[in-house]
Protein backbone atom coordinates (compact mmCIF):
# COMPACT_ATOMS: atom_id res chain seq x y z
CA UNK A 1 0.00 0.00 0.00
CA UNK A 2 1.14 3.24 -0.77
CA UNK A 3 2.17 5.93 1.84
CA UNK A 4 0.70 9.17 2.42
CA UNK A 5 3.64 10.81 1.67
CA UNK A 6 4.18 8.98 -1.77
CA UNK A 7 0.39 10.12 -2.77
CA UNK A 8 0.96 13.73 -1.88
CA UNK A 9 4.49 13.68 -4.09
CA UNK A 10 2.24 12.14 -7.06
CA UNK A 11 -0.06 14.85 -7.01
CA UNK A 12 2.67 17.59 -6.94
CA UNK A 13 2.56 19.92 -10.01
CA UNK A 14 5.72 19.66 -12.59
CA UNK A 15 6.77 22.73 -13.95
CA UNK A 16 8.25 22.41 -17.43
CA UNK A 17 8.24 26.21 -17.94
CA UNK A 18 10.98 26.98 -20.12
CA UNK A 19 14.22 29.31 -19.33
CA UNK A 20 13.96 33.04 -19.82
CA UNK A 21 12.94 36.18 -18.58
CA UNK A 22 9.60 36.21 -16.19
CA UNK A 23 7.23 39.54 -16.93
CA UNK A 24 4.69 40.45 -14.22
CA UNK A 25 1.50 42.36 -15.46
CA UNK A 26 -1.51 44.37 -13.45
CA UNK A 27 -3.88 46.63 -13.83
CA UNK A 28 -5.88 49.61 -12.31
CA UNK A 29 -8.60 51.38 -12.81
CA UNK A 30 -11.18 48.31 -13.24
CA UNK A 31 -13.97 49.62 -11.10
CA UNK A 32 -13.87 53.55 -11.54
CA UNK A 33 -16.66 55.13 -13.21
CA UNK A 34 -14.32 57.66 -15.32
CA UNK A 35 -11.12 57.46 -17.18
CA UNK A 36 -9.21 54.22 -18.66
CA UNK A 37 -8.23 51.52 -17.39
CA UNK A 38 -4.73 50.93 -17.62
CA UNK A 39 -2.10 48.05 -17.84
CA UNK A 40 1.48 47.84 -16.96
CA UNK A 41 3.90 44.84 -17.49
CA UNK A 42 7.62 44.07 -15.91
CA UNK A 43 10.27 42.34 -16.15
CA UNK A 44 12.62 42.74 -12.92
CA UNK A 45 16.31 42.22 -12.64
CA UNK A 46 17.51 39.98 -10.05
CA UNK A 47 20.79 41.30 -9.78
CA UNK A 48 19.11 44.51 -8.80
CA UNK A 49 16.01 43.88 -6.31
CA UNK A 50 13.99 46.12 -5.22
CA UNK A 51 12.95 46.31 -0.99
CA UNK A 52 9.18 47.28 -0.30
CA UNK A 53 7.47 45.53 -3.25
CA UNK A 54 3.89 44.85 -2.66
CA UNK A 55 0.59 44.92 -3.79
CA UNK A 56 -0.06 48.79 -4.93
CA UNK A 57 -3.37 48.73 -2.27
CA UNK A 58 -1.19 48.10 0.68
CA UNK A 59 0.90 50.99 0.29
CA UNK A 60 0.41 54.73 0.75
CA UNK A 61 0.74 57.24 -2.08
CA UNK A 62 4.10 58.61 -0.96
CA UNK A 63 5.22 54.30 -0.71
CA UNK A 64 4.04 54.13 -4.27
CA UNK A 65 5.65 57.52 -5.92
CA UNK A 66 8.77 56.35 -4.43
CA UNK A 67 8.41 52.50 -5.70
CA UNK A 68 7.27 53.44 -8.94
CA UNK A 69 10.74 55.20 -9.49
CA UNK A 70 12.73 52.46 -8.46
CA UNK A 71 11.21 50.21 -10.77
CA UNK A 72 11.66 52.47 -13.90
CA UNK A 73 15.57 52.74 -12.65
CA UNK A 74 16.08 48.91 -11.89
CA UNK A 75 13.96 46.84 -13.65
CA UNK A 76 15.26 45.40 -16.94
CA UNK A 77 12.15 47.07 -18.86
CA UNK A 78 8.81 48.58 -18.08
CA UNK A 79 5.69 48.89 -20.33
CA UNK A 80 2.15 50.81 -19.49
CA UNK A 81 -0.39 50.67 -21.66
CA UNK A 82 -4.24 51.54 -21.22
CA UNK A 83 -7.58 50.85 -22.87
CA UNK A 84 -10.08 54.09 -23.22
CA UNK A 85 -13.19 54.66 -22.00
CA UNK A 86 -14.60 54.06 -25.53
CA UNK A 87 -13.26 50.67 -25.74
CA UNK A 88 -14.62 50.04 -22.35
CA UNK A 89 -18.36 51.28 -23.26
CA UNK A 90 -17.76 48.90 -26.36
CA UNK A 91 -16.19 45.85 -25.15
CA UNK A 92 -17.07 46.23 -21.83
CA UNK A 93 -14.69 46.60 -18.70
CA UNK A 94 -13.09 43.06 -18.76
CA UNK A 95 -12.02 42.78 -22.66
CA UNK A 96 -10.80 46.49 -22.28
CA UNK A 97 -8.38 45.18 -19.36
CA UNK A 98 -7.55 42.08 -21.50
CA UNK A 99 -6.58 44.51 -24.52
CA UNK A 100 -4.85 46.98 -21.90
CA UNK A 101 -2.81 44.10 -19.96
CA UNK A 102 -2.17 42.89 -23.80
CA UNK A 103 -0.61 46.20 -25.40
CA UNK A 104 1.71 46.03 -22.11
CA UNK A 105 2.93 43.07 -22.73
CA UNK A 106 3.62 43.57 -26.16
CA UNK A 107 5.16 47.38 -25.46
CA UNK A 108 8.31 45.67 -23.39
CA UNK A 109 11.33 46.15 -24.97
CA UNK A 110 12.27 42.19 -23.82
CA UNK A 111 10.22 39.62 -24.86
CA UNK A 112 9.24 37.32 -22.23
CA UNK A 113 9.31 33.47 -21.81
CA UNK A 114 6.35 33.64 -19.46
CA UNK A 115 3.91 35.98 -18.34
CA UNK A 116 2.44 36.02 -15.25
CA UNK A 117 -0.74 38.05 -14.57
CA UNK A 118 -2.58 38.76 -11.38
CA UNK A 119 -6.08 37.46 -11.35
CA UNK A 120 -8.02 34.19 -12.85
CA UNK A 121 -7.99 35.51 -16.27
CA UNK A 122 -5.74 35.96 -19.21
CA UNK A 123 -5.27 38.50 -22.01
CA UNK A 124 -4.50 36.69 -25.28
CA UNK A 125 -1.03 36.68 -25.58
CA UNK A 126 1.82 34.88 -28.00
CA UNK A 127 3.98 33.84 -24.96
CA UNK A 128 3.35 31.12 -22.03
CA UNK A 129 1.05 32.84 -19.30
CA UNK A 130 -0.20 32.04 -16.34
CA UNK A 131 -3.23 33.58 -14.01
CA UNK A 132 -2.17 34.05 -10.29
CA UNK A 133 -4.90 34.97 -7.86
CA UNK A 134 -3.79 37.68 -5.76
CA UNK A 135 -0.72 37.56 -7.49
CA UNK A 136 0.37 41.47 -6.60
CA UNK A 137 0.58 40.08 -3.16
CA UNK A 138 3.08 36.90 -4.07
CA UNK A 139 4.89 37.72 -7.04
CA UNK A 140 7.30 40.64 -7.14
CA UNK A 141 7.32 41.36 -10.68
CA UNK A 142 3.40 41.50 -10.54
CA UNK A 143 3.16 43.72 -7.09
CA UNK A 144 5.99 45.81 -9.38
CA UNK A 145 3.64 46.09 -12.21
CA UNK A 146 0.76 47.06 -9.96
CA UNK A 147 2.15 49.86 -8.35
CA UNK A 148 3.33 51.06 -12.10
CA UNK A 149 -0.06 51.03 -13.41
CA UNK A 150 -2.18 52.76 -10.01
CA UNK A 151 0.81 55.78 -10.22
CA UNK A 152 0.17 56.11 -14.07
CA UNK A 153 -3.28 56.03 -13.52
CA UNK A 154 -3.68 58.08 -10.78
CA UNK A 155 -1.75 60.87 -12.20
CA UNK A 156 -4.56 60.58 -15.63
CA UNK A 157 -7.27 61.48 -12.75
CA UNK A 158 -4.96 64.38 -11.76
CA UNK A 159 -5.09 65.77 -15.55
CA UNK A 160 -8.80 65.00 -15.20
CA UNK A 161 -9.03 66.64 -12.28
CA UNK A 162 -7.83 70.15 -14.22
CA UNK A 163 -10.45 69.89 -16.94
CA UNK A 164 -12.89 68.92 -15.13
CA UNK A 165 -12.60 70.41 -11.03
CA UNK A 166 -16.46 69.97 -10.64
CA UNK A 167 -16.25 66.21 -10.20
CA UNK A 168 -13.49 65.93 -7.75
CA UNK A 169 -11.15 63.39 -9.82
CA UNK A 170 -8.25 64.01 -8.22
CA UNK A 171 -9.85 62.90 -4.92
CA UNK A 172 -11.72 59.65 -5.76
CA UNK A 173 -9.67 58.99 -8.59
CA UNK A 174 -12.97 57.69 -10.78
CA UNK A 175 -14.45 55.67 -8.26
CA UNK A 176 -18.07 56.10 -6.91
CA UNK A 177 -17.83 58.14 -3.82
CA UNK A 178 -20.97 59.99 -2.50
CA UNK A 179 -19.02 62.82 -3.61
CA UNK A 180 -18.70 61.80 -7.48
CA UNK A 181 -22.50 60.36 -7.48
CA UNK A 182 -23.25 63.96 -5.75
CA UNK A 183 -20.98 65.32 -8.49
CA UNK A 184 -22.99 63.28 -11.29
CA UNK A 185 -25.90 64.17 -9.94
CA UNK A 186 -25.55 67.69 -10.17
CA UNK A 187 -23.41 68.07 -13.48
CA UNK A 188 -24.14 64.92 -15.22
CA UNK A 189 -21.56 63.15 -17.14
CA UNK A 190 -18.88 64.47 -18.83
CA UNK A 191 -16.42 62.94 -21.95
CA UNK A 192 -14.43 60.96 -19.41
CA UNK A 193 -17.26 58.76 -17.90
CA UNK A 194 -18.00 55.43 -18.97
CA UNK A 195 -21.16 55.51 -20.11
CA UNK A 196 -21.95 51.96 -19.92
CA UNK A 197 -21.93 52.01 -16.25
CA UNK A 198 -25.26 52.41 -14.37
CA UNK A 199 -25.09 55.29 -12.58
CA UNK A 200 -23.30 57.46 -15.63
CA UNK A 201 -26.20 55.68 -17.60
CA UNK A 202 -28.64 56.96 -14.95
CA UNK A 203 -26.96 60.82 -15.11
CA UNK A 204 -26.88 60.89 -18.91
CA UNK A 205 -30.69 59.60 -18.73
CA UNK A 206 -31.42 62.41 -16.23
CA UNK A 207 -30.05 65.08 -18.31
CA UNK A 208 -31.33 64.04 -21.40
CA UNK A 209 -35.38 63.93 -19.28
CA UNK A 210 -34.09 67.70 -17.90
CA UNK A 211 -33.52 68.81 -21.53
CA UNK A 212 -36.51 67.00 -23.15
CA UNK A 213 -38.61 68.43 -20.56
CA UNK A 214 -36.67 72.06 -20.87
CA UNK A 215 -37.88 72.35 -24.50
CA UNK A 216 -41.53 71.18 -24.30
CA UNK A 217 -41.78 74.06 -21.26
CA UNK A 218 -40.28 76.62 -23.67
CA UNK A 219 -42.78 75.89 -26.97
CA UNK A 220 -45.44 76.28 -23.85
CA UNK A 221 -44.88 79.45 -22.09
CA UNK A 222 -42.46 81.77 -24.71
CA UNK A 223 -42.05 82.67 -28.09
CA UNK A 224 -39.86 79.99 -30.18
CA UNK A 225 -37.01 82.67 -30.54
CA UNK A 226 -36.80 82.69 -26.69
CA UNK A 227 -35.11 79.25 -26.57
CA UNK A 228 -31.87 80.10 -27.82
CA UNK A 229 -28.65 77.98 -28.47
CA UNK A 230 -27.01 79.58 -25.37
CA UNK A 231 -30.11 77.49 -23.18
CA UNK A 232 -30.16 74.52 -25.09
CA UNK A 233 -25.50 74.38 -24.43
CA UNK A 234 -25.83 75.04 -21.35
CA UNK A 235 -28.14 71.79 -20.48
CA UNK A 236 -26.39 69.45 -23.09
CA UNK A 237 -22.87 70.51 -22.46
CA UNK A 238 -22.05 68.20 -19.54
CA UNK A 239 -23.49 65.18 -21.07
CA UNK A 240 -22.46 65.44 -25.14
Known sequence: MRSRKFLKAEQAALVWDAPGLVAGVDEAGRGPL???VVAAAVILDDQRP?????????LTALQRERLHDQILAKALCCSVAQATVEEIDTHNILQATMLAMRRAVEG???KPAK???DGNRLPTLDVLAEAIVKGDARVKAI?????????HRDRLCEQLHLEFPHYGFAGHKGYGT???????????????HRRSFSPVAAALARTAAGSAALVVDATRSVPVEIATAD??????????
Open 34 to 36: AGP
Open 50 to 58: IRGLADSKT
Open 108 to 110: LRL
Open 115 to 117: VLV
Open 143 to 151: SAASILAKV
Open 178 to 192: PEHLEALQRHGACVH
Open 231 to 240: TVHLDLRAAP
